[in-house]
Structures are given as C-alpha cells and as structure tokens.
C-alpha cells in the first residue's frame, strides 16, 4: 500500500499550489480520501475530505472557499487544490485513505507546504 504526496513547495500569500496524491496496492475506489495537515508544534488537523465515488465533500472552517478537493477514480489519485495561500497554511499537508466498512486506514508520508513572501 503506497500514498504518494507530491505538489508541495514554496507560494507567496496569494498564490496557489496543487498537491496530489497518488495510490497504489489497495482499492482506491473504495476508499474515502482525505486531506490534513500539521504544522510546526501544532497536532495533524482535518482539511478536507470527499467520498468515494466523489459525490461529497467537506472541509475545515479554515480553507472552505479557498481549497477544493477532487478525485479521479480512474488515475487513482486526489487532489488539493489550494487558492489564496496564507502563511497559516504552512504544513506539512497528509493524504489518508478510509474504508470504514473494512476499518482499513492508510496515511502518506506528507508533503511540505510552505507560504511566505
């Protein structure tokens, strides 16, 4: 089982970065996708989530309007469409995998995002 997070980088505030991630060795399209994110000496915090055929999303009070999370079932992968960086957003950003019905719960070893001028 493999979640890879890729996108990460430096943006200014303002700006804008793509993260994706790309799984591999279980079902993907059983699974709920989820992003979070942990910030320096903070814990890992939700930031958004969609279901498994993609139908649903939600996301924190903090990036809804200026993030979207999408998924493509047949590349395997999701994405993490962030717009209008501030530096708040600077982490380390995790993608998760979730199937509840099989209690089945896989995380990515992260990527940075990083937001400064």
């Known amino acids: 089982v493999q979640l890879v997070e890729s996108g990460g980088g430096l943006a200014q505030p303002g700006g804008s970065l793509r993260l994706s991630c790309l799984a591999s060795?279980?079902?993907?399209?059983?699974?709920?996708m989820s992003w979070a994110r942990q910030a320096p000496g903070k814990e890992r915090e939700f930031v958004a989530f969609?279901?498994?055929?993609?139908?649903?999303?939600n996301y924190a009070d903090s990036v809804k309007g200026r993030f979207t999370i999408s998924r493509d079932n047949a590349k395997n992968t999701v994405s993490l469409q962030m717009n209008s960086l501030k530096p708040e957003d600077t982490a380390v950003y995790y993608c998760n995998a979730y199937w509840a019905l099989a209690g089945r719960d896989y995380w990515g070893q992260g990527t940075q995002v990083t937001v400064s001028s």
């Open positions: 969609i279901t498994s055929a993609g139908g649903t999303t």
């Open positions: 060795g279980f079902d993907f399209k059983n699974y709920a």
